[in-house]
């Protein structure tokens, strides 16, 4: 069975910064591509940005350029290094799993493995 845990979440300022954590378990883990993902209250839930095999990453653009998406193959485990945090990053924040190279196109209910989440709120 393949499970992924969150953690890192938290409450912090406007302009902020925080880091979360994706632990998976199981054998399989460099052959995944990682994504982020994160839902507000009442929205659909979104894709933050993805990390290939390869080391590769995709962001949407309201991540380009504050957060970044890194993964230790050694200790399984997925990051989101999320800095200059806005009000509008408040959401629940998960990661996610796809057993392929995340292709072209790839649909957020084609992720096999999805976390908990842990949530993320910024406000002053």
């Known amino acids: ?3 992924l845990v969150e953690s890192g979440g938290g ?3 406007p302009g902020g910064s925080l880091r979360l954590s994706c632990v998976v378990t199981g054998n399989q883990y460099r052959s995944y591509c990682m994504g982020w993902f994160r839902q507000a209250p009442g ?3 979104e894709r933050v940005g993805i990390i290939e095999r390869d ?3 995709e962001y949407e653009d309201s991540a380009k350029g504050r957060f970044t998406i890194s993964r230790d193959n050694d200790k399984n485990t997925l990051y989101l290094q999320m800095n200059s945090l806005k009000p509008e990053d408040t959401a629940m924040y998960f990661c996610a799993a796809f057993g392929d190279y ?3 196109g790839l649909s957020i209910y084609e992720y096999q493995y999805w976390g908990q989440g842990t949530q993320v709120t910024v406000s002053s």
Do not use: D, I, P, W
Request: a positive charge.
């Open 11 to 13: 409450s912090v300022q």
């Open 55 to 57: 080391g590769s990453t």
């Open 43 to 45: 929205k659909e839930r």
């Open 102 to 104: 995340c292709y072209r």
């Open 1 to 3: 069975e393949v499970k």
